[in-house]
């Protein structure tokens, strides 16, 4: 590995005895890791079926993979029914305290990893608002989205700044797992290396204090922000964090959990030196079965005692209103199609719709209109003339219970792979006719329309395995 020179002699001065540990890193690896979706499963039932060597101690759902298949390639991986992501990377969506019912945003949020784990935590209730200021990288954050099965998110593609405008005080939880210099991902994306400068770094540490400012500006009083690095630069981590907590004084470190090697942050690391950075956590690729990583959790004050900003709270946030809901008639062919999903009576009062495609609106969602969105909601289906098409999304989002017509086969059916492939299926039952939910051991992974003991497939053809 040829590390930059001044990138160098920074960890040498940072790391002192112990930076031929870190050197000697980047000779071992822990390898295949992955995170359980409890919107699929509970850890409990995949460690039953999968050769794990051991849990993340940092994460209850996830798990280092012992055995020799290609984790990306089994079914239950198209099924959504786990992630594929870095242990290290699991921290900053455990370490922030997500309920059920809450209204959380990701900021910076693609390709997903964070979201799709936030989103488990809310199970389906409450709203998630996963955003990006990347439309490219937007891409891939819906495909996780939709492949994990979350119906109560909205994908935004907006700058921070245009949030918080909008968003005053709204969130109950807020991440901002920042773009950095990414040291921390040096050993696993070598490629990284040559954009690294100390120019970069600095140019970092300006960006995550503009986003924080903004972060800062949406936590409802009471509330928690959890930023988070893949760097060990510490003007990216703790100068950032005594930066942010200079400038906003209704803000405090709260203390993070610490296990199997995770490091306290360094006051010394800080200007001032000041001592409750130590509430901040390291992650160092030498110390914990993960990359480098770094953490920090702030809870906004109850009740700020600035009058002037519970005023222009007060004013700010009467502008957030509710989505007003579609009112127009639902076609008879999606009324027929969705009668066979036992949630649809309450359905019906969250749906929207543009032109053609109907989609179902988180509960209380936040009125989007003036923002760039990439999706609303769980997108249901087309509705085209005199019938419906339902969406990859939709099928996802359900569990085999959830519609009437649904068949499964067993992972090492090849009928399975053939699926996944794009191609028809021949059917043990010719009397099954029409849409249909093909699962595997009971995981939705698509539609299909059956008809004479043949399963025509309609499986998203974007997402073929190759
Ligand atoms: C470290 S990555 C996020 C990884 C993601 N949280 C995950 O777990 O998959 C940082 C992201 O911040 C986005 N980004 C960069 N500048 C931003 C800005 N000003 N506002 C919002 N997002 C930004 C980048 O496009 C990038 O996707």
């Known amino acids: 590995m040829n590390l930059p020179k001044d990138y160098q002699s920074k960890m040498q001065e940072m790391l002192g005895e112990e930076y031929l540990q870190y050197l000697d890193s980047f000779h071992y690896s822990y390898g295949q890791t992955l995170r359980v979706n409890q919107l699929k499963m509970e850890p409990a039932d995949f460690i039953r079926r999968f050769l794990l060597s051991g849990q993340v101690s940092w994460c209850n759902t996830g798990f280092y993979y012992e055995g020799e298949q290609k984790l990306s390639a089994h079914p239950y991986y198209y099924a959504g029914v786990y992630y594929l992501q870095e242990p290290s990377a699991m921290a900053p969506a455990a370490f922030l305290p997500v309920e059920p019912g809450d209204r959380v945003l990701d900021l910076c949020a693609a390709p997903g990893g964070k979201s799709t784990a936030l989103a488990a935590k809310l199970q389906g209730e409450g709203i998630l608002i996963s955003n990006d200021i990347s439309a ?6 819906l495909k996780n989205m939709e492949m994990a099965g979350v119906s109560n998110a909205v994908i935004t593609c907006e700058s921070p700044e245009k949030l918080a405008d909008r968003f005053f005080g709204y969130f109950d939880k807020v991440l ?38 903004h972060a800062a500006q949406m936590v409802k009083p009471g509330g928690y922000l959890l930023y988070s690095t893949c760097t060990f630069a510490k003007e990216e981590d703790e100068q950032t964090v005594e930066y942010f907590l200079e400038q906003n004084a209704d803000f405090s470190l709260q203390e993070l959990p610490i296990c199997d090697g995770i490091e306290e942050g360094r006051p010394e690391w800080t200007v001032s030196g000041r001592e409750d950075v130590k509430n901040c956590r390291r992650f160092l690729p030498y110390k914990v079965r993960g990359e480098g990583h ?14 002037d900003k519970v005023f222009e709270k007060a004013d700010r946030k009467q502008i957030v209103k509710e989505q007003t809901i579609s009112k127009e008639k639902i076609p008879d062919a999606m009324e027929d199609f969705m009668r066979d999903i036992p949630e649809w009576k309450q359905w019906k009062k969250r749906l929207f719709f543009i032109k053609e495609r109907a989609f179902l609106l988180p509960e209380h969602c936040p009125d989007l209109r003036g923002l760039r969105i990439v999706r609303s ?11 419906f098409e339902p969406s990859q999304a939709l099928a996802m989002a ?3 219970s ?8 067993p992972a090492e059916d090849i ?6 492939r794009g191609e028809t299926v021949d059917m043990d039952d010719s009397e099954l006719s029409g849409w249909t939910l093909f699962c595997v051991d009971e995981f939705p992974l698509g ?6 003991g043949r399963l025509k497939n309609k499986y998203n053809p974007g997402w073929r395995k190759l």
Not at 136 to 141: I, Q
Request: glycine share 6%; with cysteine; aromatic share 10%.
């Open 136 to 141: 490219s990288r937007c891409k891939p954050l």
């Open 176 to 213: 901002v797992d920042a773009p950095c210099s990414g040291e921390g991902m040096f050993r696993r994306e070598p490629s990284m290396v040559k954009s690294w400068s100390l120019e970069e770094v600095n140019r970092y540490a300006e960006l995550q204090r503009e986003i924080l400012s």
């Open 294 to 307: 770094f953490a920090a959790l702030f809870k906004k004050r109850e009740e700020t005692d600035c009058l």
């Open 377 to 387: 909601g769980l997108y249901l289906g087309d509705c085209l003339k005199k019938r």
């Open 398 to 400: 359900l569990h085999l």
């Open 402 to 409: 959830g519609y009437k017509k649904s068949i499964s086969f």
């Open 415 to 420: 009928r399975v792979e053939k699926y996944l």
């Open 447 to 452: 539609w299909g329309k059956c008809n004479r």
